[in-house]
């Protein structure tokens, strides 16, 4: 059962940066697909950011493409989500999830494990 615990959330000002962590336990990061995913009060739970296992190549939804960057680290069993430029548009409560094949997508209904989350607000 793979297992994942986000972290690094908080509140911050708008053009503020946070990076927030994806911690990983029973499978390696480099043999599955992380995705995250964000949700906000009222709304339905959206794609930001995903990144494959073994190639490690990583996509982005459009309205956060140039200010959010994903990354793993394969020795700490981490997937990383840098945020920048944050706007109070980005509030949501922030998700990572895990696929067990190589390519993960867009559709939350790919992935397998979800954690708990970890709340990004963003005040203006």
């Known amino acids: 059962q793979v297992q994942l615990v986000e972290s690094g959330g908080g509140l911050v000002q708008a053009g503020d940066s946070l990076r927030l962590s994806c911690a990983v336990s029973?499978?390696?990061?480099?043999?599955?697909?992380i995705g995250w995913f964000r949700q906000a009060p009222g709304k339905e739970r959206e794609f930001v950011a995903g990144?494959?296992?073994?190639?490690?190549?990583?996509y982005y939804a459009d309205s956060v493409k140039g200010r959010f960057s994903i990354s793993k680290d394969n020795a700490k069993n981490t997937v990383y989500l840098q945020v920048n430029s944050l706007e109070p548009e980005d509030t949501a409560v922030y998700h990572c999830?895990?696929?067990?094949?190589?390519?993960?997508?867009?559709?939350?209904?790919?992935?397998?494990?979800w954690g708990q989350g970890t709340q990004v607000t963003v005040s203006s």
């Open positions: 990144i494959n296992g073994g190639t490690g190549n990583t």
């Open positions: 029973g499978r390696t990061v480099s043999s599955i697909s």
């Open positions: 999830a895990a696929r067990r094949t190589l390519f993960g997508g867009r559709s939350a209904g790919n992935y397998d494990n």
